[in-house]
């Protein structure tokens, strides 16, 4: 599903990622782990087509085509989501436009008809009550003034409603309290399926007891320096990063 | 035969005399007096200049150059097919048409209803209701000190005469619609219109700025809005004027106790433009919104001058104006708040935000406190920035196109301001126009 190929990111002449390497199947859950600053947002962004992110070598292929010649809107519309670490606020635009919006520039991408109103608006209620969403938070505007927690539910709760083929989730665990975060985790193990991937990046293994990934991959300064099962979630979680 | 000003001080004040002899002048003998009175403040002063400190971002080298004149008849040339594709669909009101300054009869729906309220043209008003209207008019705008206000004094020839007698709330919109067209040479309109709200009563103003070609006029207005105790008053500015016009305008507000107003300005015509805002909050307990959404491109200059006078304890006021700027255009936000000394528990808040679709937009912002009371609460901001790029790529990252993601960004910025329109057939449409000329914008390959 996706191929990242000794992949050279800089943001201002300063080299971030340098020369990481990733590969998921369809159906499989991968988990990045790395000490602050290492670069995990940074692949996550470039994922997701941000300019502001230089990619100087390196390939990426996304269901065999290749990534970084596509904006960030036919790179979601291809079926890439990111749950944003810091989900950003756009004051006056209502969360439920957004979503409806999203939802419908993806179906014209696919040539599918735009969905009625009434059709968002019940999918919508549906996936909200699964997360525990207020319906209020549908008519605010975007992330304007949620709590930390609340951001997140959101992103799983947008999540839902595009249905991506690959999903990356940057720590989208942190601020979330033992309730919130098993719902969380219910509504990324609901998806689950042989043609769904994730990448999920965090820095607690309490996350991955909910989320039980197929790989753990360490990530420091840029690479990818480790990876292994779950078990070695469990080792990080014990011994840090200081052996890398 | 048009009456020629040259751009000079002396042609303002000696045509005055051309334009009494003229037959423009329809007014009873009390206005010519009041013209004779009014010319003299332009006369002391003339255009002000960069180093008056009300004036300091904006030349009006190019008006004192710039010949203009009054001519033109009113209504001749304009379609009423024409005039019906100025008004808002779905919106029932009554309609007031000026072609050129002067009033034009057929299209207009002049209004004296049995509850008593009147809607016409300010010359016809002063010859049937005269007392009315000399209670009133020039008693709020200040023809001595504003060089523009004086001018309009002494050569509007027409407007809109607006009353609502006490306890009457009108609820039909005044549409009211001055309609520029070319005249074959740059023309001088000075629309002057009074409103007066009774005790307790209520009125919605449209006033509507349009033209039908893209030329060179000088079109400054003057409104006096008297609103009573307990009244409440909608007024609306939307001035469409052509991007060669001039365009000042000052509107003269006098709130009476406990009352409200409401003025929401959408400013986008015009190559230069000055809209003077100044309400005077003279009883206790009154509330002043004003809202402004000014939008320029290409090297339009418009420059909001806000005096928000707090004259009478216990009033709130709220200035809430957003700013788009693109090309080489410049924008001026000089908001104002002056309270007396006795208004205390006064209650001032401003904010100006502006977005930059160009790095050769410009703003210059500046607010400007005058309190001479100890016990009162005033707050403003001021904002300058581009458009999100975080909340840009959020929306692409969702699926969303670049051009979409854009446009939701700008029509939540200009919703700001309008979401606080009352009338939804008028807001829906100046949502309409604002995305259109974003939408030429983006087509410009302008809003970044
Ligand atoms: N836009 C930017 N401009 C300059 N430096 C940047 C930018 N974005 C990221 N960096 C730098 O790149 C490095 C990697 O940042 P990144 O956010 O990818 O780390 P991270 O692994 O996600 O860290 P954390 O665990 O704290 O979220 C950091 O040193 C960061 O300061
Ligand atoms: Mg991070």
């Known amino acids: ?244 | 035969m048009a009456i020629v000003f040259d751009g000079t001080r002396e042609s303002y004040v000696e045509g005055l005399s051309e334009f009494l002899g003229s037959g423009r002048n329809t007014l009873p003998e009390w206005v010519t007096d009041l013209r004779r009175e009014a010319i003299s403040g332009f006369g002391n002063t003339g255009f002000p200049m960069l180093s008056d400190e009300e004036w300091r971002f904006t030349n009006l080298d190019v008006l004192r150059r710039t010949s203009f004149s009054i001519v033109g008849n009113g209504i001749s040339d304009v379609s009423e097919k024409t005039v019906d594709s100025y008004g808002f669909s779905g919106l029932s009101c009554v309609r007031l048409v000026f072609v050129n300054g002067r009033f034009a009869s057929p299209p207009s729906d002049e209004l004296r209803d049995e509850e008593g309220v009147i809607a016409t043209s300010l010359s016809k008003a002063a010859c049937e209701y005269s007392d009315l209207v000399r209670n009133h008019l020039a008693r709020y705008a200040d023809y001595e000190k504003d060089p523009f206000i004086s001018l309009n004094t002494s050569y509007f020839e027409d407007g809109v005469f607006i009353y609502v007698p006490d306890g009457v709330v009108f609820e039909k919109p005044v549409h009211v619609l001055y309609i520029s067209t070319d005249e074959g040479q740059p023309m001088f309109v000075n629309p002057r219109n009074l409103i007066v709200v009774g005790q307790s009563s209520g009125a919605k103003v449209v006033e509507h700025y349009v033209s039908t070609s893209q030329n060179v006029y000088f079109s400054n207005v003057v409104t006096e809005v008297v609103c009573g105790e307990n009244a409440n008053l909608e007024h609306y500015r939307l001035e469409f004027e052509s991007q060669k016009a001039f365009n000042f305008s000052t509107l003269r507000v006098n709130q009476r106790k406990n009352s409200n107003i409401a003025s929401h300005s959408v400013l986008c015509g015009g190559a230069l433009v000055r809209n003077n805002i100044h309400p005077v909050l003279a009883g206790e307990g009154c509330n002043s919104d004003i809202y402004g959404l000014f939008m320029s491109e290409g090297r339009q200059h418009m420059d909001n001058f806000m005096r928000v006078e707090h004259a009478s304890p216990h009033c709130d006021s709220r200035q809430f104006y957003n700013g788009v700027l693109d090309g080489r255009s410049k924008g001026v936000f000089h908001g104002r708040i002056m309270v007396h000394e006795g208004a205390e528990k006064t209650d001032a808040k401003q904010t100006n935000r502006n977005l930059l679709l160009s790095d050769m937009a410009q703003i210059d912002t500046k607010p400007q406190l005058e309190i001479y009371n100890d016990d009162v609460k005033c707050t403003h901001g001021a904002t300058i920035g581009q458009m999100d790029e975080e909340a840009l790529f959020y929306l692409c990252s969702r699926g969303i196109p670049m051009r979409k993601a854009k446009i939701i960004m700008l029509r939540a910025f200009t919703n700001e301001t309008l979401e606080n329109m009352s009338i939804s057939s008028i807001r829906d449409a100046l949502e309409d126009s604002v995305m259109q000329w974003f939408e030429r914008r983006l087509e410009n390959g302008s809003g970044r």
């Open chain 1, 1 to 244: 599903m996706l191929e990242v190929r000794n992949l050279h990111v800089q943001v201002d002449d300063k080299e971030i990622l340098k020369g990481l390497n990733i590969t998921v199947a369809p159906g499989e859950v991968h988990s990045i782990m790395g000490p602050n600053g290492s670069g995990k947002s940074t692949l996550a962004q470039v994922l997701a087509g941000k300019e502001t992110y230089e990619v100087t070598e390196g390939e990426i292929t996304f269901q065999g085509k290749d990534l970084i010649d596509l904006e960030p809107e036919e790179r979601a519309c291809e079926g890439i989501f990111l749950a944003f670490q810091y989900p950003v606020e756009i004051p006056g635009v209502a969360n439920t436009y957004l979503l409806r919006e999203a939802l419908n520039a993806k179906r014209e991408y696919w040539n599918e008809k735009p969905l009625k109103h009434v059709e968002f608006a019940k999918l919508a209620r549906e996936k909200m009550r699964e997360l525990g969403i207020d319906e209020d938070l549908l008519k605010r505007s975007v992330n304007t003034g949620f709590s930390g927690g609340e951001k997140k539910r959101n992103e799983v709760f947008q999540m839902q409603i595009l249905e991506p083929r690959l999903s990356v989730l940057d720590e989208t665990d942190s601020g979330l309290d033992i309730d919130a975060l098993k719902i969380v985790a219910n509504g990324v193990n609901s998806m689950r399926g042989t043609e769904r991937s994730f990448i999920v990046i965090t820095h607690y293994q309490r996350l991955l007891n909910y989320i039980v990934p197929d790989f753990v991959h360490v990530m420091v300064d840029g690479k990818i320096v480790k990876s292994g099962g779950k078990e070695l979630a469990q080792e990080l979680e014990e011994k840090g990063y200081a052996g890398f």
